[in-house]
């Protein structure tokens, strides 16, 4: 959400970063909405004010014995202006809301301009890619040869983009969390959060993936929504809260499913677990200052970075341009590791500033103990990594030449000391 005084004090500047984001301009809208609402409530106010000066001076008046009448029906009669004036408030006040809420953040002044995906930048490059002596398989293949990666009861159970692990595969997806749970709790400082998996419409609309996006979400019969992410449960926990300067940031970290309709991705990734409706992840939340939102922002990168660096997985970092960006976020580093059986760099992670974007619809505030006045916080998001994908990952960049796959050393304690999985 924006802040109205801004858009009416720099409609330009307001209008020059929905250009950057390949939109429209919108500020005389809603300028010319905001005039509607505030001459409403102007009227609404001085009828109000008139109607209880008159209706104090049908008590002068009838205190003196007097006809009041004639000002009885004047003040009658405000009352059918009072009830227009309100109406005409609340009508030119809900179309504002409704539209301000459909409008994506402002992209930050260095994010790289552009209309989609060919024009982020890369920043660094980080590790060697594997030269094989046999050319690498990718992941499903590898999966379904060892018996451990089933698609085809997957669907009879569930339909398309689902899958069923089996055996050391099941285990080396749930070692992974665990790793990197322990990772960001122990050496990153995040604190570690069990939310719950269905939240309302309202956390939803915090964190921005309702109105706009609800075709992507699953809805229960109850009117709750499956979590997309946890991003939202754990951004909301900031909700309706004024946080005291000096309790900030709030860092938090939690391993969840993630269930997502994939509405709009026919013919993507269909073989395979790049892209599912249903996945694990493990997700890095910052509550924070917002004079300190951008370091913030890099240390839950290099937090998520940690992780692939300590599985010795090649990664890129890259800078996402203005049209490739998510609807919250004012500027998006991802991850992108190397797979070798794709023979090219898939997104790990998504680390987001989104600035106060998050937080006015949330009405997350802090303040300087002491102080009245408020700040709006900054709210930060990021994959630490997505389970499925690391696995993806291991699989392709550790197989061997028989189908088998290496195990990490980092992660050989969670699987009881095992080094290779193979054929069960």
């Not at 490059?125 to 379904?144: C, D, I, M, S, Y």
């Not at 409706?277 to 924070?288: G, N, R």
Request: hydrophobic fraction near 40%.
């Amino acid at each position: 959400m924006f802040d109205l005084k801004w858009i009416r004090d720099n409609p330009a500047a307001f209008d020059q970063g929905r250009a950057r984001r390949g939109l429209p301009p919108l500020s005389a809208e809603v300028i010319a909405l905001d005039q509607k609402r505030r001459a409403a409530q102007t009227r609404f106010q001085e009828a109000q004010a008139k109607r209880n000066e008159l209706s104090r001076q049908v008590g002068q008046v009838k205190s003196k014995g007097g006809d009041a009448s004639a000002i009885m029906a004047e003040v009658a009669a405000l009352k059918d202006t009072i009830t227009a004036a309100e109406a005409e408030d609340q009508a030119a006040g809900a179309a504002l809301d409704a539209l301000l809420a459909a409008q994506p953040n402002l992209p930050a002044v260095d994010v790289p301009d552009g209309p989609d995906e060919s024009f982020n930048r890369v920043e660094r490059t980080v590790g060697n890619v594997r030269n094989f002596a046999f050319q690498p398989k990718q992941h499903f293949e590898l999966g379904e040869a060892l018996g451990l990666m089933d698609f085809e009861g997957a669907a009879k159970l569930s339909g398309a983009r689902f899958v069923v692990l089996k055996g050391a595969l099941a285990r080396l997806e749930r070692a992974l969390a665990l790793f990197m749970l322990d990772v960001h709790t122990t050496e990153s400082g995040y604190t570690e959060v069990a939310p719950p998996f269905l939240v309302r419409d309202t956390a939803l609309y915090g964190t921005g993936q309702l109105p706009k996006f609800e075709e992507d979400l699953f809805k229960s019969t109850q009117g709750l929504y499956l979590i997309p992410t946890s991003e939202v449960p754990l951004t909301n926990l900031a909700a309706d809260e004024i946080i005291d300067e000096d309790k900030l940031p709030w860092r938090f970290t939690a391993l969840t499913p993630c269930f997502r309709s994939e509405a709009g991705a026919a013919g993507k990734d269909t073989r395979g677990m790049i892209r599912q409706h249903q996945f694990m992840k493990v997700e890095l939340v910052s509550i924070a200052h917002p004079d300190h939102s951008e370091a913030e922002h890099l240390r839950m990168t290099a937090s998520a970075e940690k992780i692939l660096q300590k599985l010795g997985l090649s990664y890129r970092v890259i800078t996402l341009s203005t049209g490739d960006m998510g609807f919250a976020a004012q500027k998006t580093y991802d991850i992108e590791v190397w797979l070798p059986g794709q023979g090219a760099y898939r997104e790990i992670s998504s680390c987001s500033n989104c600035g106060e974007f998050q937080a006015r619809r949330m009405k997350a505030r802090t303040r300087k103990p002491g102080e009245k006045g408020t700040r709006f916080v900054h709210t930060l998001n990021g994959s630490g990594v997505a389970v499925g994908r690391a696995l993806i990952a291991i699989m392709e960049n550790y197989q061997q030449e028989d189908g088998s796959i290496a195990i990490p050393e980092v992660l050989r304690p969670y699987m009881h000391g095992r080094e290779k999985i193979g054929r069960e």
